[in-house]
């Protein structure tokens, strides 16, 4: 079975950074686009950054102000998040997902094979 474990998540100050860490077991990370992605309750999941299969390309969205930088370690298989300059809004369950079914990147959708069970990041002002 494939499994993905996010950690990292806790509290934050404002203003500071934040890095989180995904495992994945199972099989070797190189197969999926990886992404992360967060939700805050009443707000549906958005997408925070993916990253291609060998690390080179990452996309990340315009609302996301440039703050997110989603890096991989295959080796380890390992997918990192860094989030600078956090800010109270920041404050979500992060997930970090796999696809292996799309083709090309970016992907017109991230389609998500498997998702980890999400790490809190909470930020206090």
């Known amino acids: 079975q494939v499994q993905l474990a996010e950690s990292g998540g806790g509290l934050v100050q404002a203003g500071g950074s934040s890095r989180l860490s995904c495992v994945v077991s199972?099989?070797?990370?190189?197969?999926?686009?990886m992404g992360w992605f967060r939700q805050t309750p009443g707000k549906e999941r958005e997408v925070v950054a993916t990253?291609?299969?060998?690390?080179?390309?990452?996309h990340s969205p315009e609302s996301m102000e440039g703050r997110f930088t989603i890096s991989r370690d295959n080796a380890k298989n390992a997918v990192y998040l860094q989030i600078d300059s956090v800010k109270p809004e920041d404050s979500a369950v992060y997930y970090c997902?796999?696809?292996?079914?799309?083709?090309?990147?970016?992907?017109?959708?991230?389609?998500?094979?498997?998702w980890g069970q999400g790490t809190q990041v909470t930020v206090s002002p």
């Open positions: 199972g099989r070797s990370a190189s197969h999926y686009l």
């Open positions: 990253i291609d299969w060998g690390g080179l390309r990452t």
């Open positions: 997902a796999a696809d292996g079914t799309s083709h090309t990147f970016p992907p017109d959708s991230f389609e998500a094979d498997y």
